[in-house]
């Protein structure tokens, strides 16, 4: 009764148009339910989407499954009760092992399927698989996302779309669900969104170091952090961390919810496709060893800004203002 009333309000929220592009009305299989894609599978179900999914954590399944999702036992099993496949897991070691390994997605996709990595994941790895789906008759998209656990929570992810255009459109709604609709761009083809997600999360980590370089300096100058962040604000040298991320540093945290093993993984693979496009990528790799330094310093589970607290522990003082 649940499931039929859900179908309903899909229906009302898609329109017909939706309806006939996409062929009728789509099942979606979720897997990988951490920080990420507990909150978006959330939102799937919140738009009325019928939802299979799967994790290695029993626990993670149940709090979805209360939430009206079906559990299927292995990836293979969810591949084939759905017509889109999306994964959200840790990296491209993951991705692999669950689409392509023994019992994997790749062994349950029906023709006609789709299957969207919205995991920051490796461009070179989706275009390894690409040959292999296509002759299946499955579409395939990567569709990385930014906007933290925040933005996965308030369903107004960026999104960053490599694939077919015309796929992409047919999977809007479904994206739509997680994302902000003004912030979801097709980039190009398979790879192409991999690709942008990671020089942009590589931009943002250069300017957290930059920032704390900057913030401890003039801290230690005796220069008041309110007074010396609305001057940056106001200068050429703004930024988005400048502006408004590191804020969360002010008020001591260190964003939890983005682990530090996550932000080494993003790191190390965009040195990768430096050195695989013959681009010297020098400030990318000294951004890679910094961070290196502090997950080594506060842990692999510790949150994604803790390169600033290297500076600060180092120099014996916490950058603190209200907030
Ligand atoms: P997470 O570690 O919180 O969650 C990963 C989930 O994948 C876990 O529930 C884990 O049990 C599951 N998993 C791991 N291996 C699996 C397997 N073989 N089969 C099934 N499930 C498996 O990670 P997260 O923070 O949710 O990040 C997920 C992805 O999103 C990563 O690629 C990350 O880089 C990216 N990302 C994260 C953020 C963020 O703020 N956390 C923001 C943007 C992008």
Known sequence: MWAILRKYVCYLRFGLMELIKTGGYMRIGFIGLGHMGSPMTKNIIKSGFDTVVFDLNEKAVSELVALGASAAATPKELAQQVDVVITMLPGPAQVREVIAGPGGVLEGMKKGSTWIDMSTSSPGLGRELAPKIAAMGVGQLDAPVSGMAKGAISGTLQIFVGGDEA??????????????????????PVGAGHTVKLILNLLWFEHAIAAAEAFVMGSLAGIDIDVLQKALVASPANSNFIEHDINSVFVGDYDESFAMRLVCKDLGLAVDMGRDLGVPVEMAALTEQVHRRAMRQYG????????????????????????
């Open 167 to 188: 796929l992409y459109k047919q999977m809007l709604p479904v994206l739509e669900a997680m994302g902000d609709p003004a912030r979801i761009f097709r980039i190009g």
């Open 300 to 323: 692999e589970n510790g949150g994604e800004m803790l390169a600033v607290k290297l500076y600060e522990d180092l120099m014996g003082i916490q950058l603190r203002a209200e907030r």
